[in-house]
């Protein structure tokens, strides 16, 4: 797989080792062009200041010599007397310290060196200007092929990025090209692997917005084919009602109609609460609540539809229990529960809600004693319009897979089955300690 870094890496290191082997021998031929020059002026002006033998006119060898690169040498006996000097040079004052020593002379900075055998003393002096020449044109040699280099430089740079840019500007095309409908992912091939992760992410966008839609979808195929029953026979009441003579008669309709338009708008709210839960990635911002509080509080809501059907409503609390939950979806979830059972209990059967520990984490459970569920049936029970109930029992198919969604939002685990010490079923919700 490409690497970018790898890339950017392999282009770099070729342009600075071209730079450097070229900034290596140009430097070294410059300076060896100009170390050269000083070192063989400074070897002839010993040569010829040696001893101080040779005839003035052998100096003249030296007359078209650069004035900074002229050797200042001077001898003294133990008098101050000077017995010896380089005519062709600066005339240095004798110093009084030995060793080497940095003066301003003649409008000049000098490197001196004295020293002396206690009879005669001898002084030799450069200018500095000779040697500052000598760095001044190795760091140029260096500069100089780097400066003339940088264009190459860029030149290669930009033919690497314009490459890889070209693998992106391919990857934009395929992309605007897809259809809304493309289900394929889309290909990483060929692309550097920093890109990859962001390749990555986007297909799984693609992959929950094509989620998404599917669900939309499905939900408005199943929405229609649930109402086009109860909205077809709330036709064939209105045709009866309009067309029966007798006041009894449709007095009858008429409560059907009212009846039918209850389930109706009942499936509607919770079709309504569906779509909800379906487009909010995350649960609304709602007032906390005591869990007891909460339970008692709905339970109460059925005391008058369970004494109707002449059913016990019956609570068991741990009245230690300090759980705080979110008020709102959590306490549908809790009356979708009670309600089915209720719904499915037989006349003068008994509820019995449950609110106990289970280790660090709060159970709440609702026992039923009524009909079961067939055990083919509850792996389908949290399905969207999947009824288990026999047809006399009116339900829309749609509570439990409301449950099922508000306590997958706030991590709660729902777990429906038959009870095993009796008839009925136990709706069992754990709320773990961090909620």
């Known amino acids: 797989m490409i690497s970018l870094r790898n890339i950017a890496m392999f282009w770099i290191t070729i342009l600075l080792v071209v730079v450097t082997c070229l900034a290596i021998l140009a430097s070294r031929a410059l300076a060896v062009i100009e170390t050269n020059k000083l070192l063989d002026d400074e070897l002839q002006q010993i040569a010829l200041n040696a001893g101080g033998r040779l005839a003035p006119a052998a100096h003249q060898l030296i007359s078209r010599m650069e004035a900074e690169n002229r050797i200042s040498v001077e001898v003294w006996d133990s008098d101050g007397k000077s017995i010896f000097e380089n005519p062709a040079a600066v005339r240095i004052p004798r110093q009084a310290e030995l060793g080497f020593k940095d003066i301003d002379f003649d409008g000049n900075e000098w490197r001196v ?3 002396t055998d206690g009879k005669r003393t001898a ?3 450069q200018r500095w200007s000779a040697r500052t020449e000598v760095v001044n044109h190795t760091a140029l040699a260096a500069a100089v092929p780097v400066f003339a280099a940088l264009p190459i430089g860029w030149i290669v740079i930009i033919l690497g990025v314009n490459a890889l840019l070209k693998r992106f500007s391919k990857f934009s095309l395929e992309l605007a090209a897809r259809g809304v409908e493309a289900r394929d992912p889309i290909a990483a091939e060929n692309m550097p692997q920093e890109v990859v992760p962001l390749i990555d992410a986007m297909n799984e966008l693609i992959g929950r917005h094509r989620s998404a839609v599917e669900q939309q979808k499905r939900f408005l195929a199943d929405a229609a084919h649930e109402l086009r029953t109860p909205l077809a ?3 064939i009441q209105i045709d009866n009602f309009r067309n029966q003579p007798s ?4 007095g ?8 039918g338009i209850q389930r109706a708008s009942a499936m509607l709210r919770q079709l309504m609460r569906m779509a909800r839960l379906d487009d909010q990635p995350e649960s609304p911002a709602s007032r906390p ?9 709905v339970v109460s809501q059925f005391v008058q539809p369970a004494s109707a059907r002449n059913i016990e409503l019956e609570m068991e609390i741990d009245e230690s229990l300090a759980t705080t939950v979110a008020d709102g979806d959590i306490r549908f979830l809790f009356t979708n529960l009670i309600d089915n059972a209720i719904r499915y209990s037989a006349t003068g059967g008994n509820v019995k809600i449950v609110l106990c520990r289970d280790g660090s984490d709060t159970r709440v459970e609702v026992k039923d004693m009524g009909i079961g569920i067939p055990a083919e049936a509850l792996s389908r ?3 969207r319009f999947y009824r288990a109930a026999p047809a006399d029992i009116e339900g829309t198919g749609l509570g439990l897979a409301i449950a099922r969604k508000i306590a997958d939002r706030y991590h709660f685990d729902l777990s429906i089955a038959n009870r095993t010490d009796s008839k009925g079923v136990c709706a069992s919700v754990v709320i ?3 909620a």
């Open 247 to 250: 006041v009894t008669v449709r």
């Open 432 to 434: 773990p300690a961090a």
């Open 233 to 235: 026979a709330l036709q």
């Open 381 to 383: 029970i949290f399905d």
């Open 252 to 259: 009858e309709i008429f409560n059907e109609l009212a009846a």
């Open 113 to 115: 060196y004295t020293a």
């Open 289 to 297: 609540i005591d869990l007891k509080d909460l339970v008692v509080s």
């Open 123 to 125: 002084l030799a002096a």
